[in-house]
């Protein structure tokens, strides 16, 4: 059974230049430290103790060797390692668009797995382009499963992760669904998240509907109200319950829900639909999926 793996960068810590007059105790700790965090593995770990026992005795370096080798053993779960990956069987690690440096956990509300992250630009005068926020997207394990399985889960894994349809399915069925922004910009205002949500889901609501949509759409944009204040690291989730119901939350308040197929269609179409945000998203999610069909 394949397991599933992001390659995505976590951010690293600025690294000071060492200095030339450091002594060999400090120069020994810095091999340990890089042998461990360079894998966790017992050959680095042996390593790491063969250092030791070649550097004098000093009690700092044996406290901190001891701290290092209960910390970062094989067996031990870690939510910032150097090196992210996220797997269908680890539930515990994070993981970090490594553009905007955002930390996406990879489990949300107990059974709503991360499938992909993204990240959504905005042109300034057309000129540039500045980082508005990251976004991570999420469907429960259980209801992907239920609802896709009997069509998809005769397809292998690499065949799935070519089928397209496979996001088309997922936004169209009753499947509990997360689209987690994490905010970026920091001098980003509530008023400009109403109005691009104006701009993108009233495009996608007269897409898929076909007609006049303005009272649906002001029901989801007037949510968004003044007082609310966005600086960076803030959180809105836009989720997706069952009988197709869209709870928004911001900082964890709930603000809104509206049922409506139709508007959850339209919320999910901005982020894994054909002209999303972030075309690497998509690419996740398929693969994603594929690997969790099979899992």
Not at 15 to 36: E, G, H, M, Q, Y
Not at 41 to 59: D, E, V
Not at 111 to 120: E, F, K, N, P, Y
Request: hydrophobic share 35%.
């Amino acid at each position: 059974m394949a397991s599933l793996r992001f390659p995505f960068l976590f951010s690293q810590p600025h690294k000071t230049p060492s200095s030339a007059t450091s002594d060999a105790p400090s120069r020994s700790f810095s091999t340990v430290a890089v042998a461990l965090a360079s894998g966790g593995s017992a050959l680095a770990a042996a390593g790491a103790i063969i250092a030791i026992t070649q550097s004098p005795k000093n009690p700092f370096l044996e406290n901190a060797m001891n701290f290092l080798l209960s910390n970062f053993s094989p067996n031990k779960n870690h939510s910032s390692p150097l090196w992210g990956s996220v797997s269908l069987a680890d539930n515990s690690a994070p993981v970090t668009e490594s553009r905007a440096g955002m930390a996406f956990p990879s489990i949300l509300k107990d059974t709503q797995r991360l499938l992909g992250i993204g990240l959504r630009k905005k042109a300034v005068f057309g000129l540039k382009n500045i980082d508005v926020y990251a976004y991570g997207v999420y469907a429960d394990d259980v209801d992907v499963k239920k609802c896709l399985a009997e069509k998809h889960g005769r397809h292998s894994v690499s065949e799935l992760q070519q089928k397209e349809e496979l996001r088309n399915h997922l936004m169209e069925n009753d499947i509990r669904m997360t689209v987690r922004l994490q905010i970026v910009y920091g001098r980003l205002s509530i008023n400009s998240v109403r109005s691009a949500f104006e701009e993108s889901v009233g495009s996608r609501l007269h897409k898929f509907g076909g007609y006049d949509n303005k009272e649906l759409l002001q029901r989801f944009t007037s949510q968004f109200k003044d007082e609310i204040k966005l600086p960076r690291g803030s959180i809105i989730e836009l989720s997706r319950d069952h009988d197709y119901i869209l709870h928004t939350t911001i900082d964890g308040k709930e603000v809104g829900s509206i049922q409506s197929k139709l508007l959850c269609r339209s919320i999910l179409d901005l982020y894994i639909g054909d002209e999303s945000f972030d075309h690497k998203a998509n690419e996740d999610v398929e693969s994603n999926l594929a690997s969790l069909l099979h899992k």
